[in-house]
């Protein structure tokens, strides 16, 4: 739906056998893959939708979230379209 959020990629891992739970999806929702995003938080980043919009915006616009979840929103989308892009 177009959300998204930067985190330590350490966040990402559990030390228990059961897991972790890191990121918040609908049943009808897919991941994209991880961007590396630089330190300090500058640069840009390019988002795109699978309706062939896309999006330029500062990094430093993208919440840090330590413990995951949903995020903000990075792209509204309309009815149909997917996030493709992130980059």
Partial sequence: ???GFISALKNCVA???A???FL???ASERPL???PVPRPLNGYLV???S???ALLFDVAEVKELDKGGKGVMLMTLS???TLSLVK
């Fill in 47 to 49: 988002v795109g939708a």
């Fill in 24 to 26: 918040t999806l609908d």
């Fill in 33 to 35: 893959p991880p961007v």
């Fill in 1 to 3: 739906r177009g959300y």
């Fill in 19 to 21: 897991g972790k739970a």
């Fill in 15 to 17: 030390r228990p056998r």
């Fill in 51 to 53: 309706d062939g919009r």
């Fill in 79 to 81: 009815d149909g379209a």
